[in-house]
């Protein structure tokens, strides 16, 4: 999960449980190069569903 994610729900400190990256997509940190990443959403988990916290496009 990219810092920056982690940095941000830090700072705005939404209610929420936290933070998830799903299926580990090809280019997310520690899943190969991140110059060369599939397309991939940051979900936002909360106690009465999900929604998209950031979205990250191919590269």
């Given at each position: ?31 190969g ?21 950031s ?5």
């Amino acid at each position: 999960m990219p810092t920056v994610d982690i940095r941000r729900l830090l700072s705005e400190r939404p209610d929420a449980i936290g933070l998830a990256v799903p299926g580990m997509p090809y280019g997310s940190p520690g899943m190969g190069q991140e110059d060369e990443r599939d397309a991939y959403d940051v979900p936002l988990i909360r106690k009465d569903g999900t929604e998209i916290f950031s979205g990250y496009e191919a590269a």
